[in-house]
T-cell receptor, first 112, second 105 residues
Framework: AAGVIQSPRHLIKEKRETATLKCYPI?????VYWYQQGPGQDPQFLIS???????DKGSIPDRFSAQQFSDYHSELNMSSLELGDSALYFC???????????FGEGSWLTVV | RKEVEQDPGPFNVPEGATVAFNCTYS??????FFWYRQDCRKEPKLLMS???SGNEDGRFTAQLNRASQYISLLIRDSKLSDSATYLC??????FGKGTTLSVSS
């Protein structure tokens, strides 16, 4: 079965640079979630989108922004990167009318 | 205070043991609860949803106590392959810090 696809899987950026992560949800899933997981931490909810509109906002820094496109894929844009942004970024999706979320394999961001 | 609290462990148990994890949540309006399993450097994978009536899937049993605002996960006959971090989740947004289980032979 198709899963949530994230790209790139690994990314290395320098401080103050910009990074973009992409997420392709499971087909027919209309809700996308973004999480950040630092070393030894639990996943922290950043932001979610339902039908291309922001539905919930968590601890997403102002330097980050995200959107969901007409084909339901989503992008997380991170600017003015800081060392502390180094983490594993998960995208997850859930189906219409459902509340179970399914995670992608994550994108490893390293800021040097 | 974190909205979802878990004992981080680690729980070190021998094969065949029964182990239970608890998780408390603070938002009484939370409607849906889940247990996820996360292996090191991998994505969380859904283990089971948690229903008020309790639910069982093989060696795993999950229960929800709304009055006391906690959920539990019971693993019977632990296998080496059960070694992982178990995350409890309230709605889709709030994760506990996870409980680490290590099963040894």
């Amino acid at each position: 079965a198709a899963g949530v696809i994230q790209s790139p899987r690994h990314l290395i950026k320098e401080k103050r640079e910009t990074a973009t992560l992409k997420c392709y949800p499971i087909p027919r899933h209309d809700t996308v979630y973004w999480y950040q997981q630092g070393p030894g931490q639990d996943p922290q909810f950043l932001i979610s989108f339902y039908e291309k509109m922001q539905s919930d906002k968590g601890s997403i820094p102002d330097r980050f922004s995200a959107q969901q496109f007409s084909d339901y894929h989503s992008e997380l844009n991170m600017s003015s990167l800081e060392l502390g942004d180094s983490a594993l970024y998960f995208c997850a999706s859930s189906p219409r009318g459902g509340n179970t979320i399914y995670f992608g394999e994550g994108s490893w961001l390293t800021v040097v | 205070r974190k909205e979802v609290e878990q004992d981080p462990g680690p729980f070190n148990v021998p094969e065949g043991a029964t182990v239970a994890f608890n998780c408390t949540y603070s938002n009484s309006a939370s409607q849906s609860f889940f247990w996820y399993r996360q292996d090191c450097r991998k994505e969380p994978k859904l283990l089971m949803s948690v229903y008020s009536s309790g639910n069982e899937d093989g060696r795993f049993t999950a229960q929800l106590n709304r009055a006391s605002q906690y959920i539990s996960l019971l693993i019977r006959d632990s296998k080496l392959s059960d070694s992982a971090t178990y995350l409890c989740v309230a709605t889709a947004l709030i994760f506990g810090k996870g409980t680490t289980l290590s099963v040894s032979s």
